[in-house]
């Protein structure tokens, strides 16, 4: 956010008069930095579809300023309209923003002191004029932005084919949902809302009830444990639940009550029974990560 409200104002905001809804209504820190690349970004003269649809709070269709930071642009590669509300991933705009930067990066790395204009962004539709890549300063710490290695850019090719994904950045950052109030409620006209996804952070808390599963449907609950090096995770014996446990990563020790000791690998799946304790112990050097499914009444 201090990156972007570091750049020159571009024009005054205006609303989509086609807009059923209200405006604009701030639910987040992503919607404050949707109004504020809509004051200080560049607008693109072809539109992404749903800005072309009339989507979105703003008038026209604006992205993060070339001027801006990189950081800013890769966490924010779509335009302001597809910003709010969460809808990044839906922008058409998105891949190319990301690609943009990922070439100037690679550009930067591969001809150190030697800048080039990133002409992406006029062939996309850009106002102003291209940006040369070059080292920033940022927190005292002069940093260059460094090009994807070739084992990030075949895993974020393999995701990407499924839609998902566009580039490495989007495997590592957290969606602003995911770390408040991480969860998604549906939105069909319902008595109750349906909560229809859960983030990690969400599924990991543990300032309650310690390994309390989180309820997803009637009598099942859900719960992410990450067991690190050297330790070891308790689940105490539950008489009314039956959990299903699997090594989402890593390689763990199971003690299941009275049962002998067993060695599980990733993906595979243990139980414990209702009534019974279990220790799940961690001799490996990196974490192991659990994900368990709790069964009421079982």
């Not at 969860?183 to 808390?205: D, M, Q, V, W």
Request: one cysteine or more.
């Amino acid at each position: 956010m201090k990156h972007l409200l570091s750049l020159p104002k571009q024009r005054d905001v205006k609303y989509n008069t086609h807009r059923r809804r209200k405006p604009f209504i701030e639910k987040g820190s992503r919607d404050v930095a949707a109004m504020i690349i809509q004051v200080t970004g560049d607008e693109v003269l072809r539109k992404c579809k749903r800005c072309g649809q009339g989507k979105g709070p703003f008038e026209g269709c604006v992205v993060v300023a070339q001027a801006a930071h990189d950081r800013a642009k890769r966490r924010y590669p779509c335009c302001a309209n597809c910003l709010f509300g969460g809808k990044k991933l839906q922008c058409t705009l998105a891949k190319s923003t990301r690609t943009r930067t990922s070439l100037a990066a690679s550009a930067a790395a591969q001809s150190p002191g030697v800048s080039a204009p990133s002409k992406e962004v006029n062939e996309a539709g850009f106002h102003g004029e291209p940006r040369t890549q070059q080292s920033t300063v940022d927190d005292g710490i002069s940093t260059t932005p460094a090009s994807p290695s070739l084992s990030d850019l075949s895993t974020a090719t393999a995701l990407a084919s499924h839609g998902t994904f566009q580039c490495p950045h989007d495997m590592i950052e957290m969606e602003d949902w995911e770390i408040a109030p991480g969860r998604i409620r549906g939105t069909s006209i319902i008595a109750e809302p349906e909560t229809i996804a859960f983030s990690k952070p969400y599924l990991s808390n543990t300032t309650s009830t310690p390994h309390a599963a989180v309820p997803v449907c009637d009598d099942v609950g859900f719960r992410v444990d990450t067991v690190q090096p050297g330790d070891k995770l308790l689940l105490d014996a539950e008489a009314d639940k039956t959990r299903l446990c699997s090594v989402a990563a890593g390689k763990v020790r199971v003690s299941i009550g009275g049962e002998p000791e067993f060695v599980l690998g990733p993906h595979g799946l243990f139980k414990v029974r209702a009534g019974a304790a279990c220790t799940v112990r961690n001799e490996l050097s990196f974490d192991a990560v659990l994900h368990t499914v709790v069964l009421g009444g079982y």
